[in-house]
């Protein structure tokens, strides 16, 4: 089995996905008058709820088994039934674009994905759209892209005590095919919302919300690197040291501007680690990246939108 091993950052995050691609503005216009860029983007929505919320049962598509209106729909999967259609149940499920939250709590869990391979998506599903309320976290997968997206995000209904939302994301990584324990010297792109307010937090205020990008935080810039050489891998010098006294190296960071170690009075030494360089990069382009998990807090917020904007459309 392979080990998960988990790396927590500081960063706030509000957490919202898409799920349809959908125009973001009239034709001719850059920008939108909520703050959101133009293009092909993905929406989601968060929706804060009271604690005694009871989450929706999964729903399933429906087969047109015969097709007495005409419009060319039999054997098609359809949420409804037409009038007058026939229809059967199928096993197949009906994936919306809304995570449900508390309105008041803290570690509210919800797992992010890309799955690659054999099971890939075409588009953004919310696979599990509850967390906080049935004791599961929610589940958001997104579609493979290689070239990242663009995010935005906006607070949105009654601003009533100003509510604000944040969260500390997981990176959650594999160790590499050989079962090599891997080490990360490097972050995400930011350690919080760099809103223009100077906030780590999104928050519903009184008057209009604009949207405002939080790309950065879905980026990884740094090296990840293995102890074990590789064909694939670059040598790389660091500085190490032994904290707990064993004779194992276990602790390691990027030499100092000018190539030394931190003068501390502590014994780091140069060793050298078989690393790859990334350089904001879209953490689902990583391979060793298991997903993201997202313990979000919530004080009051009812209503968070996020908009995937992928690059290159």
């Known amino acids: 089995m392979r080990k998960v091993m988990i790396i927590s950052f500081l960063a706030m995050v509000a957490v919202c996905f898409a799920v349809s691609p959908v125009s973001a503005v009239k034709p001719g216009k850059d920008v939108n008058p909520n703050g959101f860029p133009a293009g092909t983007h993905w929406n989601m929505n968060m929706i804060g709820k009271k604690a ?11 087969r047109v088994t015969v097709d007495e209106n005409g419009d060319g729909d039999e054997d098609a999967l359809v949420e409804t039934c037409d009038e007058g259609d026939t229809c059967a149940e199928t096993d197949v499920p009906i994936y919306g674009n809304v995570v449900f939250i508390p309105e008041k709590g803290d570690g509210i869990e919800i797992y992010m994905r890309s799955p690659k391979g054999n099971d890939p998506v075409s ?21 493979e892209l290689n ?19 944040w969260t500390s994301p997981q990176f959650e990584m594999i160790q590499d095919d050989n079962g090599n324990t891997l080490i990360y010297l490097g972050d995400l792109g930011g350690t919080g919302f760099k809103t223009k307010d100077n906030k780590d937090y999104l928050q519903r205020k009184k008057g209009k919300s604009v949207g405002e990008e939080i790309s950065y935080l879905l980026q990884w810039s740094g090296n990840i690197c293995s102890l074990e050489e590789a064909d694939d891998l670059t040598p790389t010098n660091v500085c ?4 707990d006294n064993d004779g194992v190296l276990d602790t390691f960071r990027m030499p100092e501007e ?12 140069i060793t050298t680690l078989y690393c790859n360089y990334y350089d904001q990069e879209w953490i689902f382009n990583i391979p060793t990246l298991s997903e993201y998990l997202w313990n979000v807090n919530n004080e009051g917020m009812k209503l ?5 904007y992928p690059n290159g459309n």
């Open 258 to 269: 000018g190539g030394g170690c931190p003068n501390d009075d502590q014994n780091w030494v």
């Open 123 to 143: 588009e953004l599903q919310v696979r599990d759209a509850c967390a906080g309320f049935d004791g599961d976290p929610a589940e958001v997968l997104l579609p």
């Open 147 to 165: 070239e990242g997206c663009r995010v935005f995000a906006r607070a949105l209904a009654k601003p009533t005590d100003m509510p604000k939302i």
């Open 240 to 243: 190490a040291l032994d904290a």
């Open 304 to 308: 968070l939108q996020i908009r995937f």
């Open 52 to 62: 005694n919320f009871t989450c929706p049962v999964q729903e399933n598509y429906l």
